[in-house]
């Protein structure tokens, strides 16, 4: 994955980037059913400003959550592929929220899952994670074997 590079916040001038992938994503219309459910279920994702970033966080729920930006690296550093926002409940990490592009790149959902995995839970990954919008769930050993 050294093409790409996952961050937990971005430049407040992708802003406007960031709300037309994520809010008026081309394929939205596809899960639509499934992302009304996912936000009934988990809470609405809005925009959070800190100085000069920005970031994406679920409204109003007290779960632990994480955000992460999938952007091209060099020479496109400012290209935005995915976003993802994760709950952590109990023994499980719920990917409630998420808009990717991968299509024309060498890239595969579950390799962004694992390497966030990798780089945010170190020792204490969950047993389980939970794609809401696709309504799977994979156990994280089996992401973590490749």
């Known amino acids: 994955m050294n093409q790409f590079r996952l961050v937990s916040q971005l430049p407040i ?11 008026f994503h081309p394929s939205q219309h596809v899960y639509q ?5 996912t936000i009934q279920a988990y809470g609405k ?24 930006f999938l952007l091209k690296s060099e020479p496109d550093a400012n ?10 409940m109990e023994e499980r990490l719920v990917l409630a929220h998420l808009a990717a592009k991968f299509k024309g790149e060498e ?8 390497e966030i995995l990798l780089k ?3 020792k204490n990954i969950p047993e389980i994670v939970e794609i809401a919008y696709l309504s799977i769930k994979i156990r994280t050993k089996l992401l973590l074997e490749n």
């Open 120 to 122: 945010t839970f170190n």
């Open 107 to 114: 890239i595969e959902l579950t390799q962004v899952i694992r």
């Open 13 to 23: 001038n992708m802003e406007e980037q960031l709300q037309e992938f994520f809010y």
């Open 33 to 37: 059913s499934k992302i009304r459910k």
């Open 45 to 68: 994702p809005v925009l959070v400003k800190t100085g000069n970033y920005i970031s994406i966080q679920v409204e109003g729920k007290s779960y632990k959550q994480q955000s992460f």
């Open 79 to 88: 290209k935005l592929l995915g976003v993802f926002i994760f709950l952590r």
